[in-house]
């Protein structure tokens, strides 16, 4: 045990590609997708002690983030105690900046998050394996955040082939005052293909990590959720008029992101981006870069 509690920071991700292949026997979708991580953080600070799982959030992305049971930190932290057979109490404090419902992982980040750092609080008996498994029962991108960088998604996005760290290129992302739903997603994918079986055609997604091959990859959900959000298919497009490497919702949505060579043209876009949406309440525009880890210790 190396003491009583811990901060740690949580990073989002984007996906550069995001395939969906069919559903499997069980109702889930079958899906490969890349995952890269980028240092847009949230602040996790657990402390062992007191009765229960207790949650508080703060920060300027708070808003929605329930401080509950239903909260996927808390649920961590209470799967993970279950599978130790522990009763020990638990508080997390969440320090929100990646935005809600927005395809970043903020909360499953943070759900990966408690999982690392209670297993080093705990100490003694917890196998990484044993985190590992408990990642996967909460959702399909919670174990990614526990290795970071980038890396290959398969099965439901929870199977995981480690993948050479691209370099760590500038690039925007760019949330819209909305929020689109993972389950309304999928539900609308299953209508729009009539729910194929398992095995299905999808043409499988292909790692190249030259930026021009990776700009020809897809996100089977843009058609989708453009469709339905037009104002998530302006930004794609209005990220897309500056020329990046490529410009590409993440996830579900509703957040888009564009990659530069420079980091003098991805600030040059910034500029020009907080221009276009001044009038525009609630949208955000977060400077990033290729993050090269995943969740990790800061005290």
Same mark, same amino acid.
């Given at each position: 045990?190396?003491?009583?509690?811990? *901060?740690?920071?949580?990073? $989002?991700?984007? !996906?550069?590609?995001?395939?969906? %292949?069919?559903?499997?026997?069980?109702?889930?979708?079958?899906?490969?997708?890349? #995952?890269? =991580?980028?240092?847009?953080? &949230?602040?996790?600070?657990?402390?062992?002690?007191?009765?229960?799982?207790?949650?508080?959030?703060?920060?300027?992305?708070?808003?929605?983030?329930?401080?509950?049971?239903?909260?996927?930190?808390?649920?961590?932290?209470?799967?993970?105690?279950?599978?130790?057979?522990?009763?020990?109490? /638990?508080?997390?404090?969440?320090?929100?900046?990646?935005?809600?419902?927005?395809?970043?992982?903020? @909360?499953?980040?943070? =759900?990966?998050?408690?999982? #690392?750092?209670?297993?080093?609080?705990?100490?003694?008996?917890?196998?990484?394996?044993?985190?590992?498994?408990?990642?996967?029962?909460?959702?399909?991108?919670?174990?990614?955040?526990?290795?970071?960088?980038?890396?290959?998604? #398969?099965?439901?996005?929870? +199977?995981?082939?480690?993948?050479?760290?691209?370099? &760590?290129?500038?690039?925007?992302?760019?949330?819209?005052?909305?929020?689109?739903?993972?389950?309304?997603?999928? +539900?609308?994918?299953?209508?729009?293909?009539?729910?194929?079986?398992? !095995?299905?055609?999808?043409?499988?997604?292909?790692? +190249?990590?030259?930026?021009?091959?990776?700009? *020809?990859?897809? !996100?089977?959900?843009?058609?989708?959720?453009?469709?339905?959000?037009?104002?998530?298919?302006?930004?794609?497009?209005?990220? $897309?008029?500056?020329?990046?490497?490529? =410009?590409? %919702?993440?996830?579900? @949505?509703?957040?888009?992101?564009?990659? #530069?060579?420079?980091?003098?043209?991805?600030? $040059?876009? $910034?500029? *020009?981006?907080?221009?276009?949406? *001044? !009038?525009?309440?609630?949208?955000?525009?977060?400077? /990033?870069?290729?993050?090269?880890?995943?969740?990790?210790?800061? =005290?």
């Amino acid at each position: 045990m190396i003491g009583r509690s811990l *901060r740690l920071r949580a990073p $989002a991700k984007i !996906n550069l590609g995001l395939r969906v %292949l069919g559903v499997l026997d069980d109702g889930t979708h079958s899906v490969e997708t890349i #995952y890269q =991580a980028v240092d847009l953080f &949230d602040d996790v600070e657990l402390a062992l002690g007191g009765d229960g799982i207790r949650i508080s959030v703060h920060g300027q992305e708070r808003e929605g983030v329930p401080e509950s049971a239903e909260n996927l930190a808390a649920r961590a932290a209470a799967a993970l105690l279950g599978a130790l057979g522990s009763s020990a109490g /638990v508080g997390i404090r969440l320090t929100k900046r990646i935005p809600v419902g927005s395809g970043l992982g903020g @909360g499953s980040s943070d =759900a990966a998050a408690v999982l #690392y750092g209670l297993a080093l609080l705990v100490g003694r008996g917890v196998s990484p394996e044993t985190v590992t498994a408990v990642a996967g029962t909460l959702g399909a991108d919670v174990p990614f955040f526990l290795r970071g960088a980038t890396a290959f998604g #398969y099965h439901r996005g929870s +199977n995981l082939l480690i993948l050479p760290p691209l370099t &760590d290129l500038p690039g925007l992302v760019v949330v819209p005052d909305v929020r689109v739903s993972t389950f309304w997603a999928y +539900n609308a994918w299953d209508l729009r293909r009539g729910a194929p079986a398992s !095995n299905s055609a999808g043409r499988p997604l292909r790692f +190249n990590p030259d930026l021009e091959e990776l700009a *020809r990859c897809r !996100n089977d959900f843009e058609t989708i959720v453009f469709a339905k959000f037009p104002e998530i298919e302006s930004v794609q497009r209005t990220l $897309a008029e500056g020329q990046p490497v490529l =410009a590409r %919702l993440s996830g579900t @949505g509703a957040a888009c992101f564009a990659l #530069y060579r420079e980091a003098s043209h991805r600030d $040059a876009e $910034a500029e *020009r981006l907080h221009d276009v949406y *001044r !009038n525009r309440t609630g949208y955000g525009i977060f400077r /990033v870069r290729l993050f090269s880890g995943g969740v990790e210790v800061l =005290a």
